[in-house]
T-cell receptor
């Protein structure tokens, strides 16, 4: 069974700082990878996803993530964070080849951005 | 358009009581998922429906948990004889008219269950 590990439980940054949130997964086969975000008081929503092709994936609100197969990693990045990026971020993996989208999530990283 | 809705948003139950949690998916979505999210953790898969068929229930933690989607739209997650360890947020997600593996899952707001 696959598992997902997010390195940081809580990250605190000032506005305009650069962000990188780590995500590693364990699964030997093909995977599809996701980052979800939950803003305070809101639902989980998709930030970006990787299925195939270019390993550098761009998502909403200036976020991007890079799939490095050899490192089993899918780190999330943003060059300059804003106060509105304060949220909880979840990395998730789906075993490739399954006929439906059952997701395995990491434990989440809380990002706090100070103005 | 309307997103995934769940009710009730909050539920407090005494240990041993039965509870029923409702999910209204986005209209026309074939796939429906239930997840359980304990405090400080990420969501964990419970069960999956394609239309009215429950194709995967491997994540249900015990036989006290039961889910149904009889007409292929609204789904109910029932927990019998609730225990304190059942306290969590229960999330419902639905995806696409096509029900394919690449479809984005849209999550509801969740039901926060507290068992006293």
């Amino acid at each position: 069974a696959q598992s997902v590990s997010q390195h940081n439980h809580h990250v605190i940054l000032s506005e305009a700082a650069s962000l990188e949130l780590g995500c590693n997964y364990s699964y030997g086969g093909t995977v599809n990878l996701f980052w979800y975000v939950q803003y305070p008081g809101q639902h989980l929503q998709l930030l970006l996803k990787y299925f195939s092709g270019d390993p550098l994936v761009k998502g909403i609100k200036g976020f991007e993530a890079e799939f490095i197969k050899s490192k089993f990693s899918f780190n999330l990045r943003k060059p300059s964070v804003q106060w509105s990026d304060t949220a909880e971020y979840f990395c998730a993996v789906k075993a490739g080849g399954t006929s439906y989208g059952k997701l395995t999530f990491g434990q989440g990283t809380i990002l706090t951005v100070h103005p | 358009g309307a997103g995934v809705s769940q009710s009730p948003r909050y539920k407090v139950a005494k240990r041993g009581q039965d509870v029923a949690l409702r999910c209204d998916p986005i209209s026309g979505h074939v796939s429906l998922f239930w997840y359980q999210q304990a405090l400080g953790q990420g969501p964990e898969f419970l069960t999956y429906f394609q239309n009215e068929a429950q194709l995967d229930k491997s994540g249900l933690p015990s036989d006290r948990f039961f889910a149904e989607r009889p007409e292929g739209s609204v789904s109910t997650l029932k927990i019998q004889r609730t225990q304190q360890e059942d306290s969590a947020v229960y999330l419902c997600a639905s995806s696409s008219p096509r029900g394919g593996a690449t479809d984005t899952q849209y999550f509801g707001p969740g039901t926060r269950l507290t068992v006293l």
